[in-house]
């Protein structure tokens, strides 16, 4: 076989990695070489796979946010809808199809929680396949019938149709070294069918960019996450640079692909009567907190020292643009989807940056993390590529084994937390799951205190550990950590959270400046004990104030919000529901009772 690649002269250890990885003029025995690639190439492809899913399962643990989606799938397992808790129309659950994903892993009696782990993690490893599967195809020139004119184009019936190209690692180093995404390849939540879905959906995009599955599998973004209705529109864009459709293909492209998230908006806003999942009501997701997102950056990029990759990479790639990313074998890549993920994975940090970031160290960080280094996961063996590997291969080292928070298991100075770690310590568990808190006593005494009134017959109202009269005939029960809560209480009972993440009456308090990010929420419990309590009020509650409450609930958009979540789901409500929609998820009223009542009922003050 007569190889058409630039001769490589140096004799070295770099010359002898690329001869090796098929860039050097043909030798003898360059036949069985050849035949071996294939099977180099799937190794490739596995690899980033295997490491994710050793490092996930040596790192499987259940956060309580996962323990949220749990008591919703209970919910609905037991007939309740998709609700957290029974008699109250509240979206808990950020990921839809992840909730609708456990529902079918519930269905034949499967753990909830353990699915969660363990499904978490093998989406994961496999999200990280199509990644590197994805890349082989880019640098192959793309799918077949790939895109026109400056768009892209096709591979060489000899490097593309044969998989004559074997390419190195780069870009998957990065995620792969870095200790926040071992820890967010389980922890219960949507993380692991972010990145499969990110992975498949770059796969599609360069390989089947004609195809309608393309478009309906690229449009599921706002039902994986809703901020990754960004990426879907930006894929969604360079599919279309990428086909040029007809513009009968494009409108068809575009029904298929808003048919599904449509749908399920319109089911959100009639049965729920909100725009977005109540944590996004209750997390502001419109508003704007740059500096404080700013600091989310520094806490990520800092301590892991992110630029060093980021350098390699870009010392890399500019000096010849498209043809050092062609690896100068004659297929060239395509740009748009070359392109694409990067734009989407900047703006993905830019949106995380302007809400304020997030409590949890890193992990709002790892999906647009994951989409910028999609382009480069897997690298054409040129040397200069090989030089950046070799850099990117030296700092994964140090980063995986030396580099780490300063605040291991706790809760930083800024708010934000080791998350595993702090539920590590906690639960005295290397890998906690069905969290006991047994190095946690006030969460371990209250879970006790709350299982033992579930098993009585008699109505309660808990407030953080205090018992009060309650006026619904279950166990009702107020505490910040949500999903031990949810576990907790039973499901005929309502486990409310101040923060306003399952409550819709907290989630529509106003925010508290200068708050821990994630947790600026915080209903007063007269609130609570004005919507759930009786008239026997506990010591220390304010009548006047706890007067007050019961009025401003039954006053205008109060009284709307509780009806929109309460009243009986008829056809009529649904109506209702969806034409306030917009205008009931912008609500907020004052945390004070008398300024609320005020304001919603117009009664003067004293």
Known sequence: MTSTRTPVRGRGTLGALIALTGTATARPGDGQLAAARPYLRAALCLAPALVILVAGYQRRWMSDDGHIYVRTVRQILAGHGPVFNAGERAESSTGTLWQWLLVLAGLPGADIATAAVYGGLLLTAAGFALAAWGAVRLYDGGGRGGARGGAGGTGSARDGGRGGRVLLPLGALVPLALPPVWDFATSGLETGLATCWLGGAWLLLVARPRSLATAFVLGLGPLVRPDLALVSAVFLGAQWLSARPSRRAALAGAGVAGALPVAYEIFRIGYYGHLVPLPGVTKEASQSLWGRGLGYLGDFAGPYLLWVPALFVVAAVLPSGRARLSGGAGARVPLAPALAPVIAGALCWAYVIKVGGDFMHARMFLPGLFLMVLPVFLVPATRAWALAAAGVCAWAVVCA???????????????????????????????????????????????????????????????????????????????????????????DGAALDPIGLAYPLAAHSQRIAHARVGHDKWLPDEWVVADRGTADLPSGLDPARVAAARRALACGPLAELRAATRAPLTPGRFLRNAAGALERTSFRFPNDPVRAERELCGTRAP
Do not use: C, K, M, W
Request: hydrophobic share 40%; no cysteine.
């Open 401 to 491: 084994a030396v580099l780490r928070i300063g605040y291991e298991g706790r809760i930083g100075p800024g708010g934000i937390a080791d998350e595993r770690g702090v539920y590590v310590r906690q639960n005295a568990a290397a890998h906690p799951v069905h969290h006991t808190f047994g190095g946690y006593r006030e969460n371990a005494a209250y879970a006790r205190e709350v299982r033992e009134a579930g098993r009585g017959d008699g109505a309660a109202l808990f407030l953080s550990r205090t018992r009060v009269a309650a006026a619904t005939p279950a166990v009702t029960a107020f505490y910040a950590t949500l999903g031990l809560n949810g576990t907790v209480v039973p499901l």
